[in-house]
């Protein structure tokens, strides 16, 4: 009896059109025909459109589908060989392209709302590490806290980051020249340089009382990604991270006790002088 080119298109789950077309192609001419002259397809039909829709589901078009398929033992092998090398470089493709995307979604997450051009010019020929920016966006991004810095560093100017930079080159040669003197940690200088970055931070990203600062020092020591967005790897000491975060712990202790309420304990922008994705250069 065979099968109806409705029953086939449904078993198949191609379109009445496409077999259509197949037939008139000569791709896939059903082997018999009803009284009435409508399509029947039977099981060696339906064997050969099973290998019509492997093909093309790897992509081949129908001449060359017709061409492997006029003779499978000469042509498949060496069609299927070829394909496989185009598809593994459509695969390298589209997973650069996926990278591409990801670096763009966590650049976009970082909050800094400049150009491409206006990134070199104001923070020089850098290699972007955003793996903690897109760490702490994914961490507090519900937090009120977290989404105020990233409105305020989204809202700066290619004039406020050059100032910005400006201001975080200043402070780290003030740290370390506190550090290189041996000044202790909870000492007059060294909570000063502690406070000067409260300040900024402040300024610049968010409200950060004594007791959020602590918590950001604390991610300093837990996570060199963190304290590389202050000081970059160039320009760091041994025990550098530890000596700021016993002084901004100092330092808290110079201030009435405050407890911030906002859910945020640590996220990027308020760690850094510089945008959370620039964590190690040697301008920042």
Known sequence: ????????????????????????????????RSRAGY?????????????????????????????????????????????????????????????????????????????????FEVFGEITFDLSYATDAQRKWQDSAGHREAMARAAAHTKEDWEQLMGEAAAWRTELLCVFDDGEPAAGERAMDVAEAHRLH???????????????????????????????????????????????IHANASRHPVTRHTSPVTRHPVTHTHAPTSTPAQEDT
């Open 1 to 32: 009896m065979g099968y109806t080119v409705g029953q086939v298109s449904a078993l198949a789950g191609v379109t009445v059109r496409t077999l259509h077309h197949y037939d008139r192609t000569g791709l896939l001419s059903p082997g018999d």
């Open 39 to 119: 399509r029947r397809y039977d099981d060696a039909d339906l064997a050969r459109l099973q290998q019509i829709l492997f093909y093309r589901a790897l992509g081949f078009t129908l001449d060359e589908i017709a061409e492997i398929l006029t003779d499978p033992q000469a042509n498949a092998l060496e069609q299927l060989r070829t394909r496989q090398r185009q598809l593994a470089q459509e695969i390298a493709r589209l997973q650069r392209l996926t990278a591409v995307a990801e670096r763009a979604i966590e650049v976009q997450q970082t909050g800094v709302s400049l150009t491409p051009q206006e990134r």
């Open 201 to 247: 931070v402040t300024r610049w990203f968010t409200p950060c009382p004594p007791d959020m600062h602590g918590r950001i020092a604390d991610d300093f020591t837990a996570d060199p990604r963190a304290f590389a967005l202050v000081v970059p790897a160039a320009q760091q000491r041994p025990g550098l991270a530890g000596y700021l975060a016993r002084a």
